[in-house]
């Protein structure tokens, strides 16, 4: 009789642990949206081409975290800073025909956190005379403001 006592209480511990486990994976209000997370991530670089294409750098600008703290990293150089960043924009596109059309592709979001997102995607430019493309590597954290960029690392590929 008492080792069926004990082997009742054990089943019992074991039950109460396994529903414990599945209230904290399974509950919705304990777990991330991760699809809504992503689709406002992909708005966002949605958002960020279609100013680039419009040749807004200010608003392409918008995505990324108005902070000191932002980092962009490109070739051998990293910058810091919201305004260096977009500087860095306006000397390097001073025109439409620098700019060209932006196309992001093969975006994989992955998020990391309720607040923090890493995405990984290709990048390219259409342009009248060439086509740069390369890709880039992205961390986002959630704020007041939404999703922004505070993390960029970009990459372009070799010119043929």
């Given at each position: 009789m008492k080792e069926s006592g004990v082997m009742n209480r054990m089943r019992a511990l074991h039950c109460g642990w396994l529903l414990i486990l599945l209230l904290l994976t399974g509950c919705p209000s304990m777990a991330p949206d991760a699809n809504a997370a992503s689709a406002q991530i992909r708005g966002l670089l949605a958002e960020q081409a279609a100013a680039w294409n419009r040749g807004d750098i200010d608003g392409f600008m918008q995505g990324y975290w108005n902070s000191e703290d932002l980092r962009f990293a490109s070739g051998d150089s990293v910058t810091y800073g919201w305004a260096?960043?977009?500087q860095r924009y306006h000397a390097h596109y001073p025109d439409r025909a620098a700019m060209g059309t932006l196309d992001f592709s093969d975006l994989a979001v992955e998020l990391l956190a309720p607040d923090a997102a890493l995405v990984f995607g290709h990048w390219s430019l259409q342009r009248e005379h060439d086509r740069p493309h390369g890709l880039f590597t992205l961390l986002l954290r959630k704020t007041a403001d939404g999703w922004k960029i505070t993390r960029d690392h970009t990459s372009a590929a070799a010119s043929s």
């Amino acid at each position: 009789m008492k080792e069926s006592g004990v082997m009742n209480r054990m089943r019992a511990l074991h039950c109460g642990w396994l529903l414990i486990l599945l209230l904290l994976t399974g509950c919705p209000s304990m777990a991330p949206d991760a699809n809504a997370a992503s689709a406002q991530i992909r708005g966002l670089l949605a958002e960020q081409a279609a100013a680039w294409n419009r040749g807004d750098i200010d608003g392409f600008m918008q995505g990324y975290w108005n902070s000191e703290d932002l980092r962009f990293a490109s070739g051998d150089s990293v910058t810091y800073g919201w305004a260096a960043a977009n500087q860095r924009y306006h000397a390097h596109y001073p025109d439409r025909a620098a700019m060209g059309t932006l196309d992001f592709s093969d975006l994989a979001v992955e998020l990391l956190a309720p607040d923090a997102a890493l995405v990984f995607g290709h990048w390219s430019l259409q342009r009248e005379h060439d086509r740069p493309h390369g890709l880039f590597t992205l961390l986002l954290r959630k704020t007041a403001d939404g999703w922004k960029i505070t993390r960029d690392h970009t990459s372009a590929a070799a010119s043929s």
